[in-house]
T-cell receptor, first 116, second 111 residues
Framework: GAGVSQTPSNKVTEKGKYVELRCDPI?????LYWYRQSLGQGPEFLIY????????DSGLPNDRFFAVRPEGSVSTLKIQRTERGDSAVYLC??????????????FGPGTRLTVL | GENVEQHPSTLSVQEGDSAVIKCTYS??????FPWYKQELGKGPQLIID?????GEKKDQRIAVTLNKTAKHFSLHITETQPEDSAVYFC??????????FGTGTSLTVIP
């Protein structure tokens, strides 16, 4: 079946602008995760949804970052007043259910965000 | 939070040789340990995982071993092939539902 999809694949924006990154999880997966991957590093957790609600947003770096998942499927990561330090690959993952972090997470291809 | 260390950061092997990548973690409550392969421009792809109730798991040329007492686990790739060249990440589950990732190992298999 179809895997996790993310759009756009690349996004170039100017400092101070607002961006939205979209994630479409695997059908039937109730848990959705956002990670950020800087060059040469492993992915870092941002936020996790179980259904429509954000169950854990402890990884969001500041209040410029926000994510929604209104219908429990597609999620959008929103970044306000972008800064050059926000440049990274933003990865989305989904899992069938959230079971204390032991359920397999399947990753999308990521969105490469570049802030000029 | 969890502290995951991964070694080596780069690894070159001749085709047909074995490759071993090691990770250590700090939280003794962690009980799920996946390994991901990431090719350039792609997202991480799960290649094997192990849960804390077993010490070893094997899938064809890939195996993972876990020592919960010492808090370390290793990825073993035998009979390496050029298509195994990629960046490999270990991960550990945290107390919530997030994964903590290692810093990655860039594996190059030389034909």
């Amino acid at each position: 079946g179809a895997g996790v999809s993310q759009t756009p694949s690349n996004k170039v924006t100017e400092k101070g602008k607002y961006v939205e990154l979209r994630c479409d999880p695997i059908s039937g997966h109730t848990a959705l995760y956002w990670y950020r991957q800087s060059l040469g590093q492993g992915p870092e957790f941002l936020i996790y949804f179980q259904g429509t609600g954000a169950a854990d947003d402890s990884g969001l770096p500041n209040d410029r970052f926000f994510a929604v998942r209104p219908e429990g499927s597609v999620s959008t990561l929103k970044i306000q007043r972008t800064e050059r330090g926000d440049s990274a690959v933003y990865l989305c993952a989904s899992s069938f259910k959230a079971g204390a972090g032991t359920d397999t997470q399947y990753f999308g291809p990521g969105t490469r965000l570049t802030v000029l | 939070g969890e502290n995951v260390e991964q070694h080596p950061s780069t690894l070159s092997v001749q085709e047909g040789d074995s490759a071993v990548i090691k990770c250590t973690y700090s939280d003794s409550a962690s009980n799920y340990f996946p390994w991901y392969k990431q090719e350039l421009g792609k997202g991480p792809q799960l290649i094997i995982d192990i849960r804390s109730n077993v010490g070893e798991k094997k899938d064809q040329r890939i195996a993972v071993t876990l020592n919960k007492t010492a808090k370390h686990f290793s990825l073993h790739i035998t009979e390496t092939q050029p298509e195994d060249s990629a960046v490999y990440f270990c991960a550990v589950n945290g107390s919530g539902n997030q994964f903590y990732f290692g810093t990655g190992t860039s594996l190059t298999v030389i034909p």
